[in-house]
């Protein structure tokens, strides 16, 4: 299995039907015109999470072109969303992979599955006031300018992808994924990494933290991209198995609701998800990297309050043909944890 290098952002945007699973198999890289709009003007909005990009040379383009329009409908209703809605951190994200090519709603009874923070909100209107930001602000022609930026984001990541190629591991521990997995590049997003999904594809929003503006080969960029390549497998047995999984693992997730909570990880399903994948990446990392790694990797999760990572990796990997056969080792850990 490759990864293919979408070099162009006008890719991803396509409101084409989703693809076989087996088609659906290929990974993607690119960059997003819907996550560059809903970043944009998240940005413009003041809001923390999307200021902490580092001020590149893209950053500062996109200060300059956009600051005019900090007074647009499109901007006020975003401000007016997270104040009544919560409508922050991953959630622009969400409806940026709910919009279709024309920033019209796609599939947004999903959406409201997908989170409850949509409860409510008026996603046609909003949708209406980002295609008439898109259309105002020239959005297209502003990405244009900067499709070869775009190009070497996607380069780089990839680079890194292929050298480290987890695919068949990953399918080797779980099965092959029923999903597509897409890493999508975002500067403004900075020091955060969002995820989203939608019934087909899950979706990694990654920032880019760096005075340059690029990412670089690292071991903390590889266990990122593994970490939210995991999610594809994880998650969904997690969710199938979610009234067997919650009785053991609320009373967890109580012990550390709080830093969780700071986190934005403040639901005991979402700290299962992470805490599942982070033991994952542990086992990866012990097979391919070695213990000093691994154990590394052990301690950055204990500073973080996530609790028995060490304990449920070999339960996540083994003991059974896929996943939904090792839940009841999995219950029982989180029991005794």
């Known amino acids: 299995m490759r990864w293919i290098l979408v070099a162009s952002f006008a890719v991803a945007c396509s409101s084409k039907a989703p693809p076989p699973v087996a088609a659906a198999r290929a990974r993607n890289v690119h960059v ?58 991953d959630a622009p994200i969400e409806l940026a992979t709910h919009l279709d090519a024309q920033l019209a709603p796609l599939n947004p009874d999903e959406l409201l599955v997908l989170d409850k923070r949509w409860i409510g909100v008026d996603v046609t209107a909003y949708a209406k006031v980002l295609a008439d ?68 594809t899950f979706y990694q929003v990654l920032g880019v933290d760096s005075q340059d503006g ?46 969780m909570t700071k986190e934005a990880y403040g639901d005991p399903a979402i700290f299962l998800n992470e805490t599942g994948v982070r033991a994952v990446v542990v086992a990866y990392l012990r097979e391919k990297h070695g213990d000093a790694v691994a154990n590394a990797s052990v301690e950055d999760q204990k500073r973080r309050s996530f609790i028995g990572i060490a304990e449920l990796a070999p339960v996540m990997t083994t003991g059974g043909p896929s996943l939904e056969a090792r839940i009841p080792a999995i219950v029982a850990t989180l029991e005794k944890l």
């Open 32 to 89: 997003d015109r819907r996550v560059e709009l809903l970043a944009i003007i998240m940005r413009l909005t003041g809001t923390p999470e999307y200021q902490r990009a580092q001020h590149t040379d893209y950053v500062n383009a996109v200060d300059a072109h956009f600051a005019k329009f900090r007074s647009h409908p499109a901007v006020q209703m975003a401000v007016q969303l997270r104040r009544e809605h919560g409508i922050g951190y």
């Open 133 to 200: 930001f898109a259309r105002d602000s020239d959005l297209d022609g502003f990405l244009a300018e900067h499709e070869r930026y775009f190009a070497d984001l996607e380069s780089q990541l990839g680079e890194v992808l292929e050298k480290e190629n987890p695919i068949p591991w990953l399918d080797a521990t779980f099965g092959p994924a029923e999903v597509s997995f897409e890493i999508i590049p975002c500067p403004l997003a900075g020091t955060w990494n969002f995820a989203t999904h939608t019934t087909k």
């Open 214 to 259: 690029n990412y670089h080969p690292s071991d903390m960029l590889t266990e990122l991209i593994v970490h939210e390549m995991t999610h594809s497998y994880v998650n969904p047995a997690f969710q199938k198995f979610w009234p067997e999984l919650e009785p053991a693992v609320t009373p967890l997730f109580e012990r550390v609701r709080e830093p």
